[in-house]
């Protein structure tokens, strides 16, 4: 099998290659060993193996973050996306490097994502400082993509000065969500249409059940208690309630005491 159907594989599966390879060597019993229609058929092969290649161009937005700290955040983030039509891939549970889920986790970061967007915050460098942890994993095999142009992004999420960010994420210019989560927001969606990221006009999930979901709330009413402030306060009814007659100008002339008149 030649490189580039070994390359292909990872597009196209297991098949094509090795229908390919019987067309390049000239193994197939029902193509006569003609170098011209070889040609012919390896190109076209080729010019096919392109098109599938193209439909399935990675388009997703990969959102790494310290779970369950940023949780809140996070699904805050990928509803907006979501509703706006991005396809968005996020893990909101605490994952391991060993835990069953690496695997779809690495190939959604390798071959599914065209952006990698860090969270970053104090719970996140916390994190990324144990080799064993998700965001410590996620961030390395990000690290590993060179083909595509400002795949890695840091999103501030608190004061967390840059000076202390991993040095994978060192140079790259971070947006502030710190002070507005709007203002953030309109910012990387600016750079998203700087960088061309493809996105659905029409919506197909529904972003309030993926919120619903990422918080934990089984349904729209809970029976759980909830402080509620309020300027309002309890108040008693005193014993006596003294009050002042209100003066007309005929009454503040006669008054034993200086009056001031206002209003009617």
């Not at 029902?30 to 058929?41: A, E, L, R, T």
């Not at 399935?56 to 949780?71: G, L, R, T, Y």
């Not at 840091?154 to 971070?174: A, F, R």
Request: aromatic share 14%; net charge negative; charged share 25%.
């Amino acid at each position: 099998m030649s490189v580039l159907n070994t390359r292909l594989a990872v597009y196209t599966g297991p098949v094509y290659p090795v229908v390919s390879a019987a067309f390049l060597m000239g193994k197939c019993p029902k193509v006569p060993k003609c170098p011209i229609f070889n040609d012919f058929f390896a190109w076209l092969y080729f010019g096919c193996q392109l098109l599938l290649m193209r439909q399935v161009a990675p388009k997703k937005i990969f959102i790494s973050h310290a779970s369950p700290a940023d949780n809140y955040f996070t699904a805050w983030l990928s509803s907006k996306l979501k509703i706006l039509g991005y396809e968005v891939w996020v893990e909101l549970d605490e994952l391991k490097s060993g835990d069953a889920f690496w695997p779809e986790i690495e190939d959604a970061i390798r071959n599914q994502s065209c952006k990698f967007l860090v969270i970053i915050s104090k719970s996140y460098l916390d994190k990324i400082k144990d080799p064993t942890s998700g965001v410590f994993k996620e961030l390395s095999c990000a690290d590993r993509i060179k083909d595509l142009k400002g795949f890695k992004s840091p999103i501030k999420l608190d004061e967390t000065s840059e000076d202390s960010y991993p040095v994978q994420l060192m140079g790259l210019n971070s947006i502030d969500f710190f002070n507005n989560w709007q203002v953030g927001l309109d910012r990387l969606l600016e750079s998203f249409e700087k960088e061309k990221i493809e996105r659905n006009e029409e919506q197909n999930s529904s972003p309030l059940n993926f919120w619903m979901e990422a918080l934990k709330i089984e349904g729209l009413v809970n029976s759980n208690s909830e402080t509620i402030y309020t300027n309002w306060f309890p108040f008693s009814l005193p014993e006596k309630i003294i009050y002042q007659q209100t003066f007309n100008q005929e009454q503040t002339r006669s008054a034993g005491y200086p009056v001031f008149f206002s209003g009617i």
